[in-house]
């Protein structure tokens, strides 16, 4: 934190809420069956783990949808 202080001294730093985009850690969490290992990944990312489910939900409706034409 020093070396920030002493570098960027007055200046406003803005960082990220989040590290990893959700579809990355939705990747991750893909990988995994477990619902409880899936809640740690997305807890470590920033996010919650209905917010994930619901990205993958979506993924397997739209890839569903998409073998039916």
């Known amino acids: 934190m020093l070396k ?3 570098h960027f001294r007055g200046d406003k730093i803005e960082c ?3 590290m990893y985009r ?3 850690i939705a ?11 899936r ?3 997305a807890r470590a990312g920033g996010y ?5 489910e619901g990205i993958l939900s979506k993924r397997k409706n739209e890839n ?6």
């Not at 990747?27 to 290992?37: G, I, S």
């Open 39 to 41: 809640a740690k990944i």
């Open 27 to 37: 990747d991750l969490a893909k990988q995994t069956t477990d619902r409880r290992e």
């Open 22 to 24: 959700a579809e990355y």
């Open 4 to 6: 920030l202080f002493k």
């Open 64 to 69: 569903d949808g998409k073998g039916e034409m």
């Open 48 to 52: 919650t783990i209905k917010f994930i």
């Open 16 to 18: 990220p809420m989040r």
